[in-house]
């Protein structure tokens, strides 16, 4: 087996990588702890916007994953990600050196998975993925 044989397994390997802790995480959104967290770091209207934060990455990593409509999946996963990045990882307003360095770790590993939302944006899902398969062959079923 080539290189290129087996190199086509890797992007459904990544996506699932890549949405997991998006789905794994998707459901703590509605819980009330999460709520009123959010609330305290200046999210406005947390009792609906944190819930709809959940429902907005669950729905992109189910996107994402078997790579159908993974385009607008990950568009759905960078809409998730920017608001999380600039009101709950803001590394910048804290005094305290250890939490300051904490919350860059989180902002930084959210951003490289914004990057990772726009590279499949860029591309796509891959050869193994039900975008790959065409419209034609989604209505042949």
């Not at 709520?35 to 916007?49: D, N, T």
């Not at 999380?84 to 590394?91: A, G, I, N, Q």
């Not at 305290?96 to 860059?104: R, S, Y």
């Amino acid at each position: 087996m080539s290189t290129r044989d087996w190199a086509q397994y890797l992007a459904p390997i990544g996506r699932a990588a890549f949405v997991l802790p998006f789905l794994w995480f998707s459901p703590l959104r509605v819980l009330e702890g999460s709520i009123a967290y959010a609330g305290g770091q200046g999210v406005p209207l947390p009792q609906v916007l944190v819930p709809l934060a959940g429902v907005i990455s669950l729905a992109g990593g189910l996107s994402v994953l078997p790579g159908y409509r993974a385009r607008l999946g990950a568009w759905l996963l960078v809409l998730f990600l920017a608001p999380v990045m600039l009101f709950m990882h803001r590394f910048w307003t804290i005094r305290d050196p250890a939490i300051a360095e904490m919350q860059l770790g989180f902002f930084m590993g959210n951003l490289s998975r914004v990057g990772v939302a726009l590279f499949i944006v860029c591309v796509g899902a891959g050869a193994l993925s039900l975008d790959a398969r065409g419209p034609a062959s989604m209505t042949a079923r």
